[in-house]
C-alpha cells in the first residue's frame, strides 16, 4: 500500500492531526501541539487531541480497514484519515508499536502494545492494560525500530518537512517547528507590473472564494486562491499556481 517505510511518520501525524480536530472541534480551547521525536531506532509521536478508549483502539486504531471517522462528526471537524489502515503503516519498519492514549471526558488511560513478529489473524496478539490517569488527553505512539535498519534522520525530517509545512497546527520534529508555512511562502510572487483581486468570487455554483492575480513584467502570471465556501460550507484551503519555472 505505501511506497515507502516512511509512511508511518505521515500516518501517525495523520492521526494525530485529525484528533486535534475532533477536541477543537468540541469547543475545547487548548493550544494544540504534535511532536515528533526520532532516532536512528525509535519514533515517537504525541499529540494532545482527543485521544482513544479501549473501544477505539480494538475496533478501529488496530483493525485494518475500519475507520471511527466516517461520520458526520468528523467530516464537520475536517478530518483527514478515513480509511482505517494506518496502524499499519507502522510494520513496514517497527519491530513494536506501543500507544499509551487518554480519551477527554473518559478519565482512564490505556496502554495497548503489538509486536510484528506475533501479529496473526488468528490469535488475540494485542495486549490492552489500563494504566494511571494524568488528566492529559492525548495520545502518544512508540515505534521500536528493526536494529538492523536504522532510521536516516536527514531523511526522516525531509519526508515529514513535505507532508506538514503546510498544516496550520504546530508540528515539531526534534523540538524544531516545521509546519506554519503558507502557499505563498513555498510559491513566491512574482515581480508585478499589474495585479487585480476579486474577493468571494463565485467560481461555480458550489466554490466561492478570493481571487489575486499578479502579472510580471515578461509575462509570467502568479495566481492566487483561497477559498471561502464550498456546497454553501465555509471552508478552508489555498491554490497557488506560478508560471515560469518550466511549468505551472
Request: glycine share 10%; proline share 3%.
Amino acid at each position: 500500500i505505501y511506497q515507502t517505510p516512511l509512511a508511518l511518520l505521515r500516518e501517525n501525524a495523520q492521526n494525530a492531526f485529525d484528533a486535534i480536530r475532533l477536541l477543537t472541534y468540541k469547543g475545547i480551547e487548548f493550544s494544540p501541539r504534535i511532536d515528533v521525536t526520532v532516532t536512528p531506532q525509535k519514533i515517537i509521536v504525541s499529540d494532545n487531541g482527543i485521544g482513544m478508549d479501549e473501544q477505539d483502539l480494538r475496533e478501529h486504531f488496530w483493525k485494518a480497514g475500519s475507520s471511527g471517522k466516517n461520520n458526520e462528526e468528523a467530516r464537520a471537524a475536517g478530518v483527514v484519515g478515513t480509511f482505517g489502515i494506518g496502524a499499519m503503516a507502522n510494520f513496514g519498519i517497527a519491530k513494536s508499536l506501543t500507544v499509551e492514549t487518554e480519551k477527554f471526558g473518559s478519565g482512564k488511560r490505556i496502554r495497548s502494545l503489538a509486536h510484528r513478529d506475533n501479529l496473526s489473524t488468528a490469535k488475540n496478539c494485542i495486549s490492552l492494560e489500563s494504566i494511571a490517569t494524568t488528566g492529559i488527553f492525548g495520545t502518544t505512539i512508540t515505534a521500536e525500530l528493526d536494529e538492523k535498519a536504522p532510521l536516516n534522520l536527514s531523511d526522516a525530517h525531509k519526508y515529514l518537512v513535505e507532508c506538514v509545512s503546510l498544516v496550520e497546527i504546530p508540528v515539531f520534529f526534534n523540538g524544531t517547528l516545521v509546519s506554519g508555512k503558507s502557499a505563498e511562502m513555498l510559491v513566491p510572487k512574482v515581480p508585478s507590473s499589474w495585479s487585480s483581486s476579486f474577493d468571494g468570487h463565485k467560481l461555480a455554483a458550489w466554490l466561492e472564494g478570493d481571487i489575486e492575480l499578479l502579472g510580471a513584467p515578461s509575462g509570467e502570471l502568479w495566481i492566487s486562491l483561497k477559498l471561502r465556501k464550498l456546497d454553501t460550507k465555509e471552508a478552508r484551503g489555498w491554490i497557488v499556481l506560478r508560471q515560469g519555472v518550466g511549468a505551472l
